[in-house]
């Protein structure tokens, strides 16, 4: 999330393979990146996506930090 995001501020990273949800967290402000692993096997579209539900005052952002697909 960005430094200038308020306490309380939160971010949903969700993970979506064919349309099904199938990792979903929600991170706030000093939470470490998480390193997530997901079985494509047979996937054929997969979504990363990010929501931020304006708990705050502030509009928090996240990103994703170099997503890799590994054989």
Known sequence: MSDT???GDSVVFTIEVDGEVVREITMGPGQDAESMTIDLRGAFRVTLKLQNPSVGLTVANGAWI???LTK
Request: charged content about 15%; cysteine-free; overall charge negative.
């Open 5 to 7: 995001a308020a306490s």
């Open 66 to 68: 170099d997503p890799v």
